[in-house]
């Protein structure tokens, strides 16, 4: 959300970066939005990713949507008009450096051919983030906050947490809440459930800020979409 965006609500409070949890609320748990969608799918799932914690190889699309992710996050440390696609194409191949030494597990299924060919499995992000360059123009963004851990304790001592992907914060203050998705958009029918995950943000912004975020946008690269949407106090 820039200076340019229609994004405009006199009444709006600026986000101030969030508030740690209440310590003297004795935390019984935490959860995230992607454990919480496990349990609404299947508790079954829950227990086994969450209780039990079965071992789970990483997929190729995921670790894939790992790096892109990073790519995104790090794209916004150039300045402004250094914010090409030939830049964010080559932060790919060190954000997946990055992640193989970071994480053990996706160094061995890579070891193990896991994602096949590494050049072709690679251009594959490259692609996306092609795609990511179709939808927005990076050079017209200033995100306020990238990659930010936000949490909460509830009164029940359940603690709720997420990392939002991206958080603009207009001039007036209105705020912008984005996530990037590497698989494919939703029909219609299933839109809802996939702001599932965005709704959880708003809800744990709105218990730090008092203030309901003024959109929630994902962005689907693989299809080229946006999907927005704009939640309210009863959300």
Request: charged share 25%.
């Amino acid at each position: 959300m820039t200076a340019t965006d229609s994004c405009t609500d006199p009444g709006s409070e600026p986000c101030a970066a969030p508030s740690a949890a209440d310590p003297a609320v004795p935390p019984v748990g935490s959860l995230s939005p992607s454990r919480a969608a496990d349990f609404m799918t299947c508790p079954l799932l829950y227990r086994f990713r969450c209780i039990d914690r079965l071992p789970e190889r990483p997929s190729p699309e995921a670790v894939r949507g790992t790096v892109v992710h990073t790519v995104l996050e790090r794209l916004f440390d150039l300045p402004p008009q250094q914010r090409t696609l030939t830049a964010a194409q080559a932060l790919v191949a060190p954000a997946w450096t990055d992640l193989c030494e970071a994480q053990p597990a996706v160094a061995a299924a890579a070891a193990d051919g896991v994602f096949g060919d590494q050049a072709s499995w690679l251009a594959g992000a490259e692609a996306l983030l092609e795609r990511y360059f179709d939808l927005e123009d990076p050079r017209r963004l200033q995100p306020a906050e990238r990659e930010l851990a936000v949490e909460v304790v509830l009164d029940s001592g359940l603690r709720l947490r997420g990392v939002v992907d991206r958080l603009d914060v207009a001039p007036n203050g209105a705020v912008r809440v984005v996530d990037y998705k590497t698989g494919s958009a939703p029909a219609e029918a299933f839109e809802g459930r996939a702001l599932f995950q965005m709704k959880f943000y708003a809800l744990v912004l709105w218990r730090l800020h008092g203030t309901v975020p003024r959109l929630l946008q994902l962005v689907y690269l693989r299809d080229r979409e946006i999907l927005r949407y704009v939640p309210d106090e009863a959300d």
